[in-house]
């Protein structure tokens, strides 16, 4: 839970209450390597914020596997649209190493979102990051070389990229063939 609150910490001021809140609504985890834990099939009702490890997140195209993305230490992993939405969406995730994370259930989160207001500033740095990290997807899918796709890849994942096996980096935005 400390790296939970040193996140926190680094971008709001958290109160001993929305500490508190944390402690009795998150849940400690330890998960396996190769565990799905999100199917596309459900609507994502856990968010999971990693101590260690990395999770992927994947959907399938033309019956291929295709990563997605992935997430690491500091970092907040889920289905985010079905999380966002509570619908169906297209994506699994997965760990592709053992991880340690706190589990939020969905309406633990909403819980503490609504009602600490604090909170709202967290989130919309959350956002802006995952937003920033889209936009760079687009760059690399639409209008990049190798070289450029390589760059952008390395500036969202430098400190993962030992850890996450070639297999899924050569599935990145590409399907399998």
């Known amino acids: 839970m400390d790296e939970l609150m040193q996140s926190l910490s680094s971008i709001i001021n958290v109160s001993p209450a929305l500490c508190e809140e944390f402690m009795k609504r998150g849940k400690a985890q330890s998960i396996k390597k190769g565990t799905i834990v999100h199917r596309a099939s459900r609507i994502c009702d856990k968010s999971h914020f990693i101590i260690?490890?990395?999770?992927?997140?994947?959907?399938?195209?033309?019956?291929?596997?295709?990563?997605?993305?992935?997430?690491?230490?500091?970092?907040?992993?889920?289905?985010?649209?079905?999380?966002?939405?509570?619908?169906?969406?297209?994506?699994?995730?997965?760990?592709?190493?053992?991880?340690?994370?706190?589990?939020l259930e969905y309406n633990d989160f909403m819980y503490i979102i609504n009602n600490y207001i604090e909170l709202n500033a967290y989130v919309r740095v959350l956002y802006d990051y995952i937003f920033g990290r889209l936009l760079d997807r687009l760059t690399m899918l639409r209008f990049s070389t190798a070289k450029d796709k390589y760059d952008i890849f390395c500036k969202h994942y430098s400190p993962l990229m030992n850890d996450i096996p070639l297999y899924h980096i050569c599935l990145l935005y590409t399907s399998r063939r």
């Open 52 to 103: 260690s490890g990395i999770l992927r997140i994947y959907s399938y195209r033309d019956g291929k596997e295709v990563t997605e993305d992935f997430n690491g230490p500091g970092e907040w992993s889920n289905a985010n649209r079905s999380f966002m939405f509570q619908q169906l969406d297209i994506y699994y995730v997965d760990t592709i190493t053992d991880v340690e994370v706190i589990t």
